[in-house]
């Protein structure tokens, strides 16, 4: 079982700045893609960011590329978004996520509200 658990969201005014972190457990976290999503109010949810396990490699959407930044800290067994130049478009629910290939499953974190004001 893999737990994780976001923080970091809040209300913030078109233009600024917030950084999200999801905290995993497990002794394996090193081990994971993990994935930022974000469902928009009345919308599905989407893809933001992957990283891989070592954190040499990124993919964003179309969306957010050029502002958010994902990044991981493997000792500390967190990933983080930095999400810069935020827009009222960005308001939604952000989850961190991972998929376990040898046990085909996700899991998701409960999700933390972002909310852009213009």
């Known amino acids: 079982q893999v737990q994780l658990v976001e923080s970091g969201g809040g209300l913030v005014q078109a233009g600024g700045s917030l950084r999200l972190s999801c905290a995993a457990s497990?002794?394996?976290?090193?081990?994971?893609?993990m994935g930022w999503f974000r469902q928009p109010p009345g919308k599905e949810r989407e893809f933001v960011a992957t990283?891989?396990?070592?954190?040499?490699?990124?993919i964003y959407a179309d969306s957010v590329k050029g502002r958010f930044t994902i990044s991981r800290d493997n000792a500390k067994n967190t990933v983080y978004l930095q999400m810069n130049s935020l827009k009222p478009e960005d308001t939604a629910v952000y989850y961190c996520?991972?998929?376990?290939?040898?046990?085909?499953?996700?899991?998701w974190g409960q999700g933390t509200q972002v909310t852009v004001s213009s």
């Open positions: 990283i891989s396990s070592s954190g040499d490699r990124t």
């Open positions: 497990g002794r394996t976290f090193r081990s994971y893609v």
């Open positions: 996520s991972t998929y376990i290939l040898s046990r085909k499953v996700r899991y």
